[in-house]
Every structure is written in C-alpha cells, then in structure tokens.
C-alpha cells in the first residue's frame, strides 16, 4: 500500500538557518503530495503541495518539489524564524479517493 | 467559512464506556474524512463520506467503532465499549469533490482510563 516515510526529529535549529525535511514516499500510481504544519495547540493546516512530477509547492518561504524518479518531496526554507517552529507532516493521496496516507511527523524547534 | 469544527475537544472516560464525537464540516463539501492521531506519529485515516455515503473504511475501524453522516453534513463517529488504546486524537476533515485538498478540524483527544 502507499506510505511515506519522512526524516525523524527533533531538529532543533537557530533562527535564519537552512532547514531540510527528507521525504520519500511509495505509491502504485502518480499521487499527489503535501506537506501539512501542526503549529502547538493548533489543528493540521496545509503548507504546500504538488499534484505532478516536476511540480514545485511554494508558501510562506517553503519549497519542495514533486520528484518523481527518486519518490521524494523533501522540505526546504533558507532562512527560518521562531515562528516556524511546529511538527511537519509529509503526506500523499491517490486519484480518486484523496484519503491522505501521512508519515510519522518532525518536529522542529527554531530557538532565537 | 469558518472552518472545520469538532466537539468535545477533550473527553476523557472510563474503559468500557461508549463516547460520541462530532465533526461540523465547511459548508458545502462533500467529502467528509475521519483520521486517528496517536503520540509521535501521523494521522492515520478511518473512514470517508461522500455527501451522505460512507464509501470506504480502513481495517483500522473495527465493529466498536461507527460513523455516519445522516444528511450530508455534520458527522458522527460513535466508539462502543471504550478500550484504553482507543485513546487518541481524532480529526475530521473535509474537502470539495474532485479536490485534493483536505481542511482539518482541531480534533477530539480522546483519554480512556
């Protein structure tokens, strides 16, 4: 069945540092994929996403591209702040249903 | 829109109790999901609704476990005969049809002492 698979955490880093979130993924057909932020205390919102090989998701200084013949859809921000510290989950969905397969979760910690 | 609601937020109770859990969708979506968040992992998916039809449900959600959605919109998801590892967060969340992206509520912890 499709599952993701995502870099383990903590990451504890410093504001303006480079962040880098692995994410790989197994699927039978062409999913789309997505990154969703728990920020604390609130509930999962959508980041970004990619629905095709190739495609590049883009938000709130977030990127990551849609790589279809590595399986893999990490996160990248080149400079992040306190704000951005919350656990980010790398999920895909099939065509048709679009029920969301998730991977474990990484939680960052951006310290001032 | 106001977004994707749920209640309780919390609820905590005694093993072998039933519990019922609510989730109000944003208006107009057809498609109505149910997910189980459980410590350091990522939400794992139990059932769907499409407007009233409850399409597919997950291994996951075992004869204890019920959901409906009777008019289309809000959704129930009833758990019988409380185990302690039922204990989780549960989330709804709900999506247009024919678009991938889902709005999650901010979930239902669930304690089971």
């Known amino acids: 069945g499709d599952s993701v698979t995502q870099m383990e955490g903590p990451v504890t880093l410093s504001e303006e540092a480079f962040l880098t979130i692995n994410c790989t993924y197994t699927?039978?057909?062409?999913?789309?994929l997505f990154w969703y932020v728990q920020y604390p205390g609130e509930g999962l919102q959508l980041l970004l996403k990619?629905?095709?090989?190739?495609d590049k998701g883009s938000n709130k200084g977030f990127e990551a591209t849609y790589r279809k013949e590595t399986t893999s859809f990490h996160l990248e921000k080149g400079s992040v702040q306190v704000s951005d510290s919350a656990v980010y989950f790398c999920a895909l969905s099939d065509i048709g249903d679009y029920k969301l397969s998730f991977g474990a979760g990484t939680t960052v910690t951006v310290r001032a | 829109d106001t977004g994707v609601s749920q209640n309780p937020r919390h609820k905590i109770t005694k093993r072998g109790q039933n519990v019922t859990f609510r989730c109000d969708p944003i208006s107009e979506h057809n498609r109505l999901y149910w997910y189980r968040q459980t410590l350091g992992q990522g939400p794992e998916f139990l059932t769907y609704f499409q407007n009233e039809a409850q399409l597919e449900k997950s291994r996951l959600l075992s004869d204890r476990f019920s959901a409906e959605r009777p008019k289309g919109s809000f959704s129930t998801l009833e758990i019988q005969r409380t185990e302690q590892g039922d204990s989780a967060m549960y989330l709804c969340?709900?999506?247009?049809?024919?678009?991938?992206?889902?709005?999650f509520g901010p979930g239902t912890r669930l304690l089971v002492l």
């Open positions: 699927a039978t057909g062409y999913p789309s």
């Open positions: 990619a629905t095709k090989a190739d």
């Open positions: 969340a709900s999506s247009l049809l024919g678009k991938e992206t889902q709005y």
